[in-house]
Each structure stands twice: as structure tokens, then as C-alpha cells.
């Protein structure tokens, strides 16, 4: 292997969340579970996953955590903001994700992360009404006090390094304007508490600034815009989103990549879902569910390329509902009815109910996405990651770049960009050399 060009992991990395509920319990519980030996990583391709180098009669499938340099586990430290002050053992007992008898076992750990005071304003998630938020004159004094409080996180836990990764909610639709186009109109919004800028937009501007990497875990604009992007790379911070890629629209980027490669025709895909969590509420609000709605909506359109096979996609209906429905806590129900044809133009439906849980199914991406993030950082890359587009609904790309969705697209360009990472030969599946 070539000799690589990461900075080693020394020292302990911080993994600050904006948002410390049901998605964010259940990850800190399972990191804590994972170091106690008492259960597996599951789900996460930093601590389980492989890559192949060289032939396959190399027969070499080193484990990802073992290729490149991962922050190991036992390094991390933990910390965040939300808008009510219960420690994160209080609040994952009040998301009834996960079984008492696990949330006891890693108990001293939950209970030692409190969270510090959020930026929260209710205009931005109408149906959530915070108690432990912070006060200021206007975004950019609240922005110097997240900046504080990073400085303060890694100061007080010794740290070396630390990452933010978005566990917050989905708030209102946002358009791109003029002052997300420049830093300095973001930082004239800011000062002038221009409505436009969003809590979650504060956020990122305090992490970029800080020196730190933001990953963006809804389906807020955040760091899609051109200042955030601007400022990443002036401060060469990676970023990356947006929108956790769990239950509905994850089943979308397997399947509707089968039915593109077979040339099977879609004439409707219906997808509906009901939840009863946290952010089933935040969703019951029409401006915020917008948001999301634009985020799901826009898989199967550039998996399936209406415009290039007009035919098979061009006339296809696709509807995404979400219901908010209080009984199912936060076991999501996703059903979806796909109308397919075939040969001849021939119809045929396909079925799919997926009793999911959607915080679980987050979790190991907030693992892989801050351990993958430290990475890029110690790699010298800075802004757009679009490499881990694996794990989000919408993935941010560069201006006027079509994102990738085909997940098995994206895999092979993230493995790909780990051997780029340790300058081994990429992998294109060609296999012509086994016959030549």
C-alpha cells in the first residue's frame, strides 16, 4: 500500500449534535452498548464494511477502520444543544426507541451528556415549542455563542478534534436567495437577523468558522447554499448532506436502479408513510414537510432519467405522503404501491411494506458520517463531500451537478475514494485483465 497522506487520529474526537432526541439518544446509546462489548455495530459501513484492493485473486478485504485511519470508538466524546434540557438518558426513556433494560445498561453515559442551550426560533419548526434556548440580538450574536460553546466542548474534554453532525428537525421550506449567495450578504443576514436564515444555517456558519466539519442530517438548505460553501473551503472544513437516507426513500435507491438496469417501465409509484415521533409532529406542519416532500421526491427523477428514457419514465406519477399518527411512536410504517410494465407494455405491481425503525436505521449513518468527516478533514479535503452521498436523501453537490442517487453508484464512489485516499489502484469492475 502507499504510504498515506492522512493525518494519523491522535487524541479524543468530539462529536457535537444539534438536536439531542430520539435519533441522537439511540446513536449515543448504541456507540456506548458497542464499547461495553453487549452488542455489534450494525448498519455501519466505518466499523463493519469492507474494501476490496487489487485483483479479486488479490483475496484482500481489509475492514474499512483497518485501510484508512478511523478515529477508533474509544476516542469519542459526546456533546450537543437542544431545545428542552433533559440529559440524553431522560430524553431516549421519552423516544421509546429502545428497551429500557439497554438504556439502564449504558445509563452513567446518557446521563453525563446534558445539553447546552439551542438556537431555536418556533417560526422555523412551527410545532415544536422550546424551553432551553438562547438569547441574542440577532443571529450573528447567537452564532458567537454556539462558537463558544465548540470552544468551550473541546477545551473542557481536552479534545483534538471535533465534528458537528445536524440531528435537529425538518424546518420550514426555504428558497435560495441573495443572502445565501455571498459570505459577506450571509454575514450581513446574520447581523440583520434577515428571516431567510434559518436556525440550522447559524449552526453551520458557528461550525465552519470554528474549524469544524458539518454534516447535515435533514432536509434544510444548511450548507447548500454558496456561502456555505464559499466558507468551507476558505476555512477548508468539509461539509456535507442533507437529509438521513433510512427507511422509504433508501428502499427507492435499491430498487428503482434494478428496474433503470432491466429497462422495466414505472407508470406510478405511490409511497406513503405514518409516524408518530418527534418529527412525524415536526412533519404534521405543511411548511415543513414541503421541505421534506422535496427531498424524496427528487430520487426516482435523477435515478431514473425521465428525460433520456421518455418511454419507460416519462409519464410516470409519483406521490410521497406522510401522516402524522401519534400510536406508532417511532416505528415508522413506509408502504409503497409501484406500478411497473414489461414486454409488450405488459402491467405488473409490486408491493412493499416496511415496518421500519427510522432511528435506528439513522443511527450508524451519524456514526459513519462523523467518523467519515474527521477523516476528509485529516485528508485535507474541504467542502462538498459528495463521496458520502451514500447516506442522504438529497445529496449536495457541486453548481449545476446532478446528484447521484443510485446507492450502489455511490458506494462505489465512496470505496473508491478511500483507495484514491491511500493511492491504491481504483476499482472499476472492468475485469478484462482476468481474461486478457
Known amino acids: 500500500m502507499a504510504q498515506s497522506s492522512i493525518k494519523p487520529h491522535k487524541g479524543k474526537l468530539g462529536i457535537l449534535l444539534p438536536g439531542l432526541g430520539a435519533v441522537a439518544t439511540t446513536f449515543l446509546a448504541g456507540v456506548e452498548a458497542i464499547r461495553q462489548g453487549v452488542s455489534e ?68 453515559m446518557l446521563e453525563a451528556v446534558k445539553p447546552m442551550k439551542a438556537v431555536f426560533s418556533n ?72 428571516e431567510r436564515i434559518s436556525p440550522s444555517m447559524v449552526y453551520a456558519y458557528a461550525a465552519i468558522t470554528s474549524g469544524v466539519p458539518f454534516a447535515n442530517g435533514a432536509p434544510n438548505l444548511t450548507v447548500d447554499l ?51 415521533n418527534k418529527d412525524g409532529e415536526v412533519l404534521d406542519d405543511p411548511e415543513s414537510f414541503k421541505t421534506k416532500e422535496a427531498s424524496k421526491l427528487s430520487v426516482l427523477d435523477h435515478i431514473l432519467q425521465p428525460k433520456v428514457y421518455p418511454t419507460l419514465y416519462g409519464d410516470m406519477h409519483h406521490k410521497v405522503r406522510i401522516n402524522y399518527y401519534p400510536p406508532r ?52 479535503k474541504r467542502g462538498i463531500q459528495e463521496w458520502l452521498s451514500f447516506y442522504f436523501k438529497a445529496p449536495q453537490t457541486a453548481d449545476k451537478l446532478y446528484p447521484e442517487h443510485d446507492l450502489f453508484i455511490q458506494l462505489m464512489k465512496l470505496k473508491n475514494t478511500l483507495r484514491d485516499m491511500q493511492g491504491e489502484e481504483l476499482i472499476t469492475h472492468l475485469g478484462q485483465e482476468y481474461y486478457d
Open 226 to 276: 454558496p456561502a456555505m460553501v464559499e466558507l468551507a473551503r476558505e476555512h477548508s472544513v468539509p461539509i456535507c448532506g442533507k437529509d438521513f437516507k433510512t427507511g422509504q426513500t433508501f428502499m427507492k435507491t435499491v430498487l428503482a436502479p434494478g428496474f433503470k438496469a432491466r429497462l422495466l417501465g414505472v407508470a406510478g409509484w405511490f409511497s406513503t408513510n405514518i409516524l408518530g
Open 41 to 108: 455495530p450494525i448498519g455501519s459501513l466505518t466499523q463493519m464494511g469492507t474494501v476490496r484492493l487489487g485483483k479479486r485473486t488479490d483475496n484482500q478485504t481489509p475492514l474499512i477502520k483497518e485501510f484508512v485511519p478511523i478515529a477508533p470508538l474509544e476516542d469519542l466524546v459526546f456533546g450537543g444543544w437542544d431545545i428542552f434540557e433533559e440529559n440524553c438518558y431522560e430524553s431516549a426513556k421519552k423516544a421509546g426507541v429502545l428497551e429500557a433494560q439497554l438504556i439502564e445498561k449504558v445509563r452513567p
Open 329 to 380: 411512536g417511532d416505528n415508522k410504517e413506509g408502504w409503497d404501491n409501484i406500478d411497473i410494465f414489461g414486454w409488450l407494455g405488459y402491467p405488473m405491481q409490486i408491493k412493499i411494506d416496511f415496518l421500519c425503525r427510522d432511528s435506528i436505521l439513522a443511527a450508524p449513518i451519524v456514526l459513519d458520517l462523523a467518523l467519515f468527516s474527521d477523516l476528509a478533514m485529516r485528508a485535507g
Open 123 to 194: 417560526r422555523y419548526v412551527k410545532n415544536l415549542h422550546g424551553t432551553h434556548v438562547k438569547e441574542g440580538a440577532n443571529w450573528f450574536e447567537l452564532a458567537e455563542q454556539l462558537k463558544e460553546d465548540i470552544r468551550s466542548f473541546k477545551e473542557k474534554n481536552d479534545l483534538d478534534r471535533v465534528v458537528v453532525v445536524w440531528c435537529g428537525s425538518t424546518e420550514i421550506f426555504i428558497e435560495p436567495s441573495d443572502v445565501h449567495q455571498t459570505i459577506k450578504s450571509f454575514e450581513e443576514g446574520l447581523r440583520g437577523n434577515d
